[in-house]
């Protein structure tokens, strides 16, 4: 099985190299990182350790797509430039699919900041996540190549993009919920405070499954940052 790993970035250059390193020491696996248009010398920063560089119109959903649909492997692993792999991970997916039932899946996800707050964030997203089988990108959620394709990819929306996706493979197969934790940045939670963070993303999730437009949502997170 062969795992193509998909990178979206824009002006990621404080932590690309460190995502990258680990993502290429676990092993063999095909990466891409598709650009939106970086101003801080990220493609560049990329490109000694990444297989290809490419370039797509900014959205994320957008250059997600664009990344599965120039991937040569049989598994597509998308991952957040602040986010770090745990290093077993190419392991951990063959064994988890397996089971031909399952289409996909994700991992835990820690935050990397200290602090009683940052593990009850962790820890409650990581419940819900495993109840609901939602997954969202910073979990680094993983797919079937041909199903992803079959399924259209990520719907080419402003937010949401990971949430709607993972409802449409509910449908088709089963989802994977690792153990294993990506490591992923809390600079989210530490510029715009965990409470009003915790608050703008309930209540983003909860007007997206009460059918409002992902773009009017979009204007309404801009405006509450």
Known sequence: MRVSVIIPTLNEAPGIVRTLCRVRQAGECEI?????????GTPELARPLADRVLLSERGRAR???????????????????????PAAFPALLAQSLRDPRVVGGRFDVRLDAAGWPFRMIETLMNIRS???????????????????????????????????????????????CLRACVTTSARRWQRNGIVRTIILMWTLRLGYFLGIPAEQLKTFYADTR
Do not use: C
Request: charged fraction near 25%.
């Open 32 to 40: 891409l990182v598709v650009d939106g248009g970086s101003e801080d």
């Open 63 to 85: 250059q997600m797509n664009a990344g599965a649909r120039a991937a040569t492997g049989d598994v597509v692993l998308f991952l957040h430039a602040d986010t770090v792999l």
């Open 130 to 176: 495993r109840w609901t089988k939602i997954a969202t990108g910073d979990q680094a959620i993983f797919v079937r190549r041909e199903v992803f394709l079959a399924l259209g990819g990520y719907p080419e929306i402003p937010l949401m993009e990971d949430v709607e996706l993972s409802r449409r493979l509910k449908r088709v197969g089963e989802l994977a």
